[in-house]
């Protein structure tokens, strides 16, 4: 039965850590190539759009990445759902990473952005903000693989 929870848990989790993503991803192509710098810098920078992605999304991806973990612990004597666990949380670590490596640092520079003129950097640091997001592909096949590592004990026994 914990199994079953922690599995449950981890696909919980794992799905709402993917949808702020996969958001990010759907509204990527209007804001990178219809939306005015001004309207991007005032959406993005100034208005707080995106606050709670910070303060719920990072919370969030890192108890994702916990809950599969233990349950790729529950799982250490099935393979290969074991595998497919362990995989889970790598990806979702790897899109935490990708974040760390991609977003932040893009982050840093628009908390010094003021009104005013756009700034010469601003193409530059839009793509990297927006192409950064898109790390949602790594929590899709995080999202899959915990899927598989539940159904894993099944695919083998017939029917």
Known sequence: MVVYL???VSLLLAALSLGP???HVLEAPPRLFVWAPELWREATVFNGQFVL???V???LDVTTILAA???SYLLANERPAFWFALAGAAFF???LAAWFTLVAPANAILATWKPGPIPPDFETVRLRWETGHMV???KVLGFGSISIALLAPRLGGGT
């Open 69 to 71: 973990c233990f349950l």
């Open 6 to 8: 922690t599995g449950l």
């Open 21 to 23: 993503s996969f958001a």
């Open 93 to 95: 670590a790897g899109g």
């Open 57 to 59: 999304g990072g919370p």
């Open 136 to 138: 949602a592909a790594l």
């Open 53 to 55: 992605f910070a303060k």
